[in-house]
C-alpha cells in the first residue's frame, strides 16, 4: 500500500492485518454532541427521530467526516433501534434510555420477535446507502449493532444498570430464559448486521459494552456463546465486511474476546494495546486514547497519542479511542488527535507477523 491509498482500502486492510501506510483512524460516537453542528440539528427534534429520519441521520453521520476525513464513518443510530423493532417499549430521555417494561421472565421473552431489517428497519438501510454514496472510497462505511449480552442488560435492568443485579439473578435463577433471550438476540444482530452489509457498511463493530461487568468464567458463560453466534450468522458479502468488537473494561477478558469470531478487538483505555497484542497475537486491534484526554490540551492530545500508537508500531491496528467521545470534548483536541495519528510517515507500517 501507498501513501495515497483510499482510506477504505486502508481501514479494511488494518482490520484484516495487512500491511498500511500509517494506521487508520475514527472515533467511537464521532457524531455527536460535541459538535456545534450537531447541535443545531438536535435542536429541533428528538433522539428518535434523528434516528429514524435519513436525511438527518446520514447529515450528522457525515458532519465528523467533512470536519476531520476519519478513515470510518459510522451511520448515527442506537443500539436499542432493533430492540424497539424486536417489539419492546424504548424510550429516550436526558437521562438515557428507559424501558418501561423491562423482560423479567420466560412469558416475557416470548413476546420479542425476530424481525426483517429490510421492513422494520429500513430506515438504516437508506442511511447507510446515503453515507456510502457521499463518501466513495474516501472512508470505510461502518455499521453497528449491540451485542446480545449487552442488549439482553437493557431489556432486563429496564435501562443502565450500578450492579447488573437483576441479569445476574435471571442467570442464577432462570438460566434457560436467559439462553433463549441472549439466542434470540444474537440472531437479530447477526441479521441487523448483515442487512447493514448488504446496504453498503464494509465493516461492523458489535458494542458489548456492558460485558465486562461479567468476570471470566461468566463472560465464556453467557457472553461469549451469543456474540459468537452472532458473528457466525453475519453474511459479510463478497468483500468479507471485517467485524470488530468492542467490550469496555476489557482487560480481563481479552483472551476470551479473541474467541469470537472477531476480526478485531477493540480495546478500552485501561490495557496497553503492547500487552493486548500479547494475548490476542493474531487479530487487529482496535483504540484506546482515554476520551478524557479530549477535555484537556492538544498539545497533551498529542503526546498521549503518540504513544498509543507506538504500543503497535502502526501494525494491525486502528486508531480510536478506548470509549465514546464524550460531549465536553473540544474540537481542538479532536483536531490533535486525527492530526497526530496522520503526521508520522509510517510509510510500510507491518503486517501481523505469521
Avoid at 482500502?9 to 495487512?18: I, K, Q, S, T
Avoid at 412469558?107 to 429500513?122: G, H, K, M, N, T
Avoid at 478500552?268 to 479530549?294: E, F, I, K, T, Y
Wanted: aromatic share 8%.
Amino acid at each position: 500500500m501507498t501513501p495515497s491509498s483510499p482510506s477504505a482500502a486502508r481501514f479494511l486492510d488494518a482490520c484484516f492485518g495487512r500491511a498500511v501506510d500509517r494506521p487508520p483512524v475514527w472515533m467511537m460516537r464521532q457524531a455527536g454532541r460535541y459538535l456545534p453542528e450537531y447541535r443545531e440539528v438536535r435542536r429541533d427534534v428528538s433522539f428518535l427521530h434523528l434516528c429514524r429520519s435519513p436525511d438527518l441521520a446520514a447529515e450528522v453521520s457525515l458532519q465528523p467526516f467533512r470536519r476531520f476525513q476519519p478513515d470510518g464513518v459510522i451511520f448515527f443510530s442506537d443500539i436499542l433501534v432493533p430492540i424497539a423493532a424486536m417489539g419492546a417499549k424504548v424510550e429516550f430521555g436526558d437521562a438515557g434510555p428507559h424501558l418501561p417494561e423491562p423482560l423479567r421472565s420466560a412469558s416475557d421473552v416470548v413476546r420479542l420477535q425476530r424481525f426483517d431489517p429490510s421492513e422494520a428497519v429500513a430506515f438504516t438501510g437508506e442511511i447507510l446507502r446515503t453515507i456510502a454514496r457521499e463518501v466513495g472510497g474516501r472512508a470505510a462505511v461502518l455499521g453497528f449493532c449491540g451485542a446480545p449480552w449487552t442488549l439482553a442488560s437493557y431489556l432486563v435492568e429496564g435501562g443502565g444498570s450500578r450492579s447488573f443485579a437483576v441479569i445476574k439473578e435471571m442467570a442464577a435463577r432462570d438460566p434457560q430464559t436467559l439462553e433463549r433471550l441472549l439466542s434470540l438476540l444474537a440472531d437479530v444482530a447477526a441479521d441487523v448486521l448483515s442487512y447493514q452489509i448488504a446496504s453498503g457498511a464494509q465493516a461492523v463493530q458489535l458494542f458489548d459494552t456492558w460485558a465486562g461487568e461479567l468476570d471470566a468464567e461468566e463472560y465464556r458463560r453467557w457472553a461469549l456463546p451469543a456474540v459468537s453466534r452472532a458473528i457466525a450468522g453475519i453474511r459479510r458479502g463478497p468483500a468479507g465486511a471485517p467485524v470488530i468488537v468492542y467490550i469496555n473494561g476489557c482487560g480481563h477478558l481479552v483472551e476470551a474476546m479473541a474467541e469470537s469470531g472477531a476480526d478485531v478487538l477493540s480495546i478500552d483505555w485501561r490495557l496497553p494495546l503492547s500487552v493486548a497484542r500479547r494475548r490476542a497475537p493474531r487479530l487487529a486491534l482496535q483504540g484506546n486514547l482515554d476520551p478524557a484526554h479530549l477535555l484537556g490540551t492538544p498539545e497533551r492530545v498529542a503526546q498521549r497519542t503518540a504513544a498509543m500508537l507506538a504500543e503497535t508500531g502502526g501494525e494491525a491496528h486502528v486508531a480510536n479511542l478506548g470509549h465514546g467521545i464524550l460531549p465536553g470534548s473540544r474540537l481542538e483536541c479532536v483536531t490533535a488527535f486525527f492530526d497526530a495519528v496522520r503526521a508520522p510517515a509510517r510509510i510500510g507500517a507491518g503486517a501481523i507477523p505469521a
